[in-house]
């Protein structure tokens, strides 16, 4: 298994087979693609799972992250997202966040990240927005 930098570009074929098959391709692209940081995770010679940072005013958003169905259950997803946001975290981050799909909250709880009062519905989709506080962890 393999971490490495993608272009957002290269994001676009899982995010869109995973997240919304149904969509046009561009349902998939987020204004902001082009600031991000994007990682997928190669295992055998294949991307298999990828992910999208976006840092802000000391605050980590994870987007579009995507594993393919046929490689889920297997860890990857969990070794990319646990990698990736540990080897991207500053002693300014402050607090990690993302949108999580609902049915998917307590993959992101085994994370340290805790459901919001917030939620919302995408495309038919209920999301709840979950963070993580680190400040703490990085103060002297």
């Not at 993608?6 to 869109?16: G, S």
């Amino acid at each position: 298994m393999k971490i490495i930098e993608l272009t957002a570009t290269q994001t676009w074929p899982i995010r869109h087979q995973v997240m919304w098959p149904d969509k046009p391709l561009e349902y998939v692209k987020l204004p902001n693609d082009a600031i991000g940081n994007h990682f997928g995770l190669m295992v055998a010679g294949n991307l298999v799972s990828i992910i999208s940072l976006f840092e802000r005013d000391n605050e980590i958003q994870f987007r579009k992250f995507a594993t393919l169905k046929q490689e889920q259950g297997k860890g990857y997803g969990s070794f990319l997202l646990s990698n990736v946001l540990k080897d991207n975290i500053s002693l300014s981050t402050k607090t990690i966040w993302c949108n999580a799909r609902t049915d998917k909250s307590t993959f992101y709880q085994k994370f340290g990240l805790q459901p919001t009062k917030d939620t919302f519905n995408k495309g038919g989709i209920d999301y709840v927005i979950m963070k993580k506080i680190i400040s703490s962890q990085n103060e002297n």
